[in-house]
């Protein structure tokens, strides 16, 4: 399965990204028939904004590889956390990459780490999660809505993760994440809309010689709750931080030059001067700009520590 190792080539049962342009990719299931909306058994053949593409043909491309569709062209790429991110269908509101990198950075998550996660939601942040703490760490995920868990269990297997995940359908408010756990897990991670019910149950299963407690919330309010239910049992360490992205464009860039003979003092590098298709002077400067515009706020990242018991109040 293509989410899990790095391949040159695609096979049959691989997941892949089929790339139009920055905001039309598809994820393409690798397979040679698909069940219809009436039900009939069908070659499976995926029509977009440029024509069809039968998908079986994809086995044996490179991934990156451009392929033809029947009025234009694509390419075939890897999946990747990021991409997912990108075109998941949303059952929910997601975590972005700017944020997730964030959190996986202050939960100092790697290869071998147990973590909680709670709502699953649309498995946007799960996926990441995943990357970064295979092969040997494992997350525990959990929702209380029944088809989102069922979405999301099917996407899991279907992107070859089952070995590194478990996830349960439970209200982690009321019931906790269960006694199995028991201070066994490395960090706790909560995307809920009342995170501060959460954390006595957090305290339970996370590691006793110290384990990390991430939540996101998109009002300060509920990080003002939380936070006070935080150090009221014992959290330390708090801080809280907003993500906001801001991507640049170094670039050349022709621009005109204004005719100042009046003002007779400009010296004007014969070099860099060209002239425009209209005859007009003009200057390649390098330039620096933001390079589309981005999303602002999304939501607070807020990581405290437990200590351990010893040093608790
Ligand atoms: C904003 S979504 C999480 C999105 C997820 N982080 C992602 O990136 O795709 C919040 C999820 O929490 C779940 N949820 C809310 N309260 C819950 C509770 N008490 N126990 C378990 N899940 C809960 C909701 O069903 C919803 O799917």
């Known amino acids: 399965m293509s989410f899990k190792t790095t391949k040159e080539v695609i096979e049959d049962g691989d997941v892949v990204i089929l790339y139009l342009n920055p905001s039309n990719m598809h994820p393409l299931e690798i397979k040679a028939k698909i069940c219809n909306k009436k039900g009939k058994i069908i070659d499976n053949v995926?029509?977009?904004?440029?024509?069809?593409?039968?998908?079986?043909?994809?086995?044996?491309?490179?991934?990156?590889?451009?392929?033809?569709?029947?009025?234009?062209?694509?390419?075939?790429?890897?999946?990747?956390?990021?991409?997912w991110t990108l075109m998941l269908p949303h059952r929910t509101q997601i975590i972005y990459s700017p944020d997730i990198s964030l959190i996986i950075h202050l939960m100092e998550l790697g290869p071998g780490s147990t973590v909680v996660e709670t709502g699953t939601g649309s498995g946007s942040l799960s996926h990441s999660l995943i990357r970064a703490i295979r092969p040997s760490g494992h997350l525990y995920t959990f929702d209380f809505h029944e088809q989102r868990v069922s979405i999301a269990s099917t996407e899991f297997e279907n992107h070859g993760l089952?070995?590194?995940?478990?996830?349960?359908?439970?209200?982690?408010?009321?019931?906790?994440?269960?006694?199995?756990?028991?201070?066994?897990i490395d960090a706790v991670f909560l995307d809920l809309p009342h995170p501060w019910l959460a954390v006595e149950h957090a305290t339970v299963v996370l590691k006793q010689k110290g384990g990390k407690l991430c939540f996101f919330s998109p009002c300060i309010e509920q990080v003002q709750r939380t936070c006070t239910k935080l150090i009221h049992k014992g959290f330390i360490e708090l801080h809280t931080y907003e993500c906001l992205q801001r991507e640049m464009n170094v670039q050349y860039k022709s621009l005109p030059i204004l005719d100042l003979e009046c003002l007779k003092y400009k010296q004007v590098n014969e070099d860099i001067v060209q002239k425009d298709g209209k005859g007009k002077q003009e200057e390649k400067l390098l330039t620096v700009t933001h390079a589309h515009s981005l999303p602002g706020h999304t939501g607070f990242i807020t990581i405290a520590v437990l200590p351990p018991s010893y040093a608790r109040k």
């Open 162 to 184: 089952n070995n590194f995940v478990t996830l349960k359908k439970r209200d982690v408010c009321s019931e906790g994440f269960g006694e199995e756990l028991k201070h066994k």
């Open 46 to 83: 995926f029509h977009t904004v440029y024509g069809g593409l039968k998908v079986i043909s994809l086995i044996g491309q490179k991934y990156g590889s451009k392929v033809e569709l029947t009025r234009g062209w694509a390419y075939v790429l890897q999946p990747t956390p990021e991409l």
